[in-house]
């Protein structure tokens, strides 16, 4: 999470050993806490949430909602998004943060997205949560009038069976889904199925992969001597390759630099 990563960036970051990430999105670790032996393959919460942001300025939203969980990294992707929104002349016509992890009842703040007059609503929710507040969205017939976008993690591909029709209809942006059509990830879909009875990838599975491969390709550029930490920190940064997710390398602010999909 991005609690831990915080808390344990300092550590590796003082006995110069590299720690490669698979999922904690802070922004704090490609900003203020970014360390040059600290890496991410997942993505920081603007890489994320900025595109959707973007997205919907361009697709004409005037009036949008925001709503997240309220703890750090839900905020933190709708300050990204609202960023993006807003330079298109957009207006947010209000918000909301439901308490984390206690809230069972999104009726109120459903109702005040429905009431707010907006043409879109934006929901930053994850795991339980999401199927919660998609359900409950769904029951009150809000998905015929005042459509989602979304970052990842409101209808991500693990969640789709527990969601169901509730997911229909949403725009939403992430790293990675399963259909990309690239010999890269065809043969990682067809693997992945072989290990994991047909079901198919999703993002975690991905970033966990490249996380191991940035590792592994780093090694086979030293020749397998990692005894020098700042040479091994250096070899993982200069890692690129084209992942089953596309393209990918290691930014400047060492967070994987790659395609985001709507």
């Given at each position: 999470s991005s609690a831990v990563a915080l808390a344990v960036s300092p550590y590796f970051n003082s006995v110069k050993m590299p720690l490669v990430i698979s999922n904690a999105t802070t922004d704090e670790l490609s900003g203020a806490k970014c360390s040059p032996f600290v890496f991410r393959t997942s993505y920081s919460s603007s890489q994320m949430s900025e595109p959707i942001g973007d997205y919907m300025g361009k697709k004409g939203v005037k009036q949008l909602f925001l709503m997240a969980a309220d703890y750090v990294a839900p905020r933190e992707h709708i300050a990204a998004a609202r960023r993006t929104y807003l330079k298109h002349g957009g207006k947010v016509?209000?918000?909301a943060y439901p308490p984390f992890a206690r809230t069972q009842d999104y009726g109120p703040y459903i109702s005040q997205a429905r009431n707010a007059n907006a043409d879109a609503l934006l929901p930053i929710f994850y795991g339980s949560e999401a199927i919660l507040f998609m359900k409950q969205y769904t029951s009150y017939g809000l998905h015929k009038t005042l459509p989602i976008y979304a970052s990842s993690g409101l209808v991500n591909?693990?969640?789709l069976g527990a969601l169901g029709d509730a997911a229909l209809g949403?725009?939403?942006?992430n790293n990675y889904v399963a259909e990309i059509d690239t010999p890269e990830n065809k043969a990682f879909v067809e693997g992945w199925r072989k290990q994991?009875?047909?079901a198919d990838p999703e993002d975690f599975g991905?970033?966990?992969?490249?996380a191991v491969r940035f590792i592994i390709e780093a090694v086979r550029a030293l020749n397998g001597n990692t005894k020098d930490r700042d040479a091994f920190a250096k070899a993982i940064a200069n890692v690129k390759y084209n992942s089953p997710r596309g393209p990918i390398a290691m930014g400047k602010t060492n967070t994987i630099s790659q395609n985001i999909y709507i």
């Open positions: 016509v209000g918000e591909a693990v969640l949403v725009e939403a942006v994991n009875n047909n991905v970033t966990g992969y490249d």
